[in-house]
């Protein structure tokens, strides 16, 4: 077999920093950019447009403005084959909606990503993969890595702290997937690649390892938002999604194909990474020692989340990625986590029946 080598995107743009939002136009003038496209979701719009379209005029830069109110597979697809031909790059100001979009148009239309994420609910904005929706379903996609990522603390510290929330659940799921990988590779032949499982648990290690835990500390907020990027460059550098996707992922995703009203992403995926982390025997306390830190089965209880929900998404998770291996493919794990989901303290206590 022929060795694999990797030719890798890695974001040139890259400021995480009190007001970068004042800077977007110099970092793109700094690249030699001069025309783009401006996707916002229409809240941020309101509240960040304006700083962000006087900047570009003062320096010059020619802009289109759009709202991304759609994650439809087809009319996303629409917008991009509409945008001016003079377009340079696409850069998307908002949630992960706006995000998910944009860069899926920017992969079409083969032009330079720019993230500006408004809140740290989960990876999506470092990631080289969208979640939209086709056929009624949510599909995951690939979509362009970002060639600059722009983030201001400001707008993330005033963002309401459940994105914060949503962000460690997504975050500590590192943990839980990339043993979920290893156990794969031992059971099926599947691409597996140290380097990014290196990149991977660097990430959400250096931040379980934090002393403070302050939600508006700036040294915080900088720490919890690089481990996310560092998570976005190990999907790139693999070219898939296992050191970020495992188990805990299936769950919420089953969840969402099950539920009427999906809670956010990274709230499900924190409660199944503590659930599969049981199976897994693995860094269980780490995790713990965050989430009670923080409050997070605080904000879990509010929820109010059916346990039958999540017992219906448990059984139904291998069906989500049936060509994978994690360990909720086996039966006999399956059955152990539906067991924990009532015997376990914790779960017992924050789940409703």
């Not at 510290?157 to 590779?185: C, H, Q, R, V």
Request: aromatic letters at 10%.
């Amino acid at each position: 077999m022929k060795p694999r080598s990797h030719v890798i995107d890695i974001p040139t743009i890259f400021a995480i920093d009190r007001g970068t939002r004042h800077e977007v136009a110099r970092l793109l003038k700094r690249e030699g950019l001069h025309r783009v496209a401006i996707f916002f979701d229409k809240a941020m719009k309101v509240i960040y447009g304006a700083d962000i379209e006087a900047s570009l005029r003062a320096e010059g830069i020619h802009f289109h403005s759009y709202c991304m109110d759609t994650l439809d597979y087809g009319s996303i697809a629409n917008y991009s084959f509409s945008l001016p031909s003079d377009v340079e790059a696409i850069m998307a100001l908002g949630g992960g909606k706006t995000i998910d979009g944009a860069k899926y148009i920017a992969f079409l239309k083969k032009l330079p990503f720019i993230s500006v994420p408004t809140s740290s609910s989960n990876d999506g904005f470092s990631s080289p993969v969208a979640s939209l929706i086709a056929n009624g379903h949510r599909t995951t996609v690939p979509a362009a890595g970002p060639y600059g990522i722009i983030i201001d603390l400001d707008i993330i510290a005033n963002a309401p702290e459940m994105f914060i929330y949503s962000g460690i659940g997504d975050l500590m799921s590192k943990i839980t997937a990339l043993w979920d990988w290893k156990f794969e590779s031992r059971h099926i032949e599947v691409p597996y690649d140290d380097f990014a499982v290196m990149i991977a648990q660097k990430a959400v290690n250096s931040f379980v390892s934090l002393s403070s835990f302050d939600f508006k500390d700036s040294h915080f907020l900088s720490e919890f938002l690089y481990s996310l990027c560092m998570n976005g460059i190990a999907m790139e550098i693999c070219g898939s999604s296992a050191p970020a996707s495992g188990s805990e992922h299936l769950i919420s995703h089953a969840m969402d194909k099950i539920s009427k009203t999906p809670y956010l992403h990274g709230m499900q995926v924190g409660i199944s990474t503590y659930l599969v982390s049981l199976l897994q025997k693995n860094q269980t306390d780490d995790i713990r020692r965050v989430y009670d830190t923080i409050g997070f089965w605080r904000e879990v209880k509010a929820l109010k989340i059916p346990r039958q929900l999540i017992h219906q998404a448990i059984d139904i998770a291998p069906s989500i990625k049936p060509q994978r291996h994690t360990v909720l493919h086996e039966k006999k794990y399956r059955d152990q986590a539906q067991a924990l989901l009532i015997t376990d303290k914790i779960l017992s206590e924050v789940l409703v029946d």
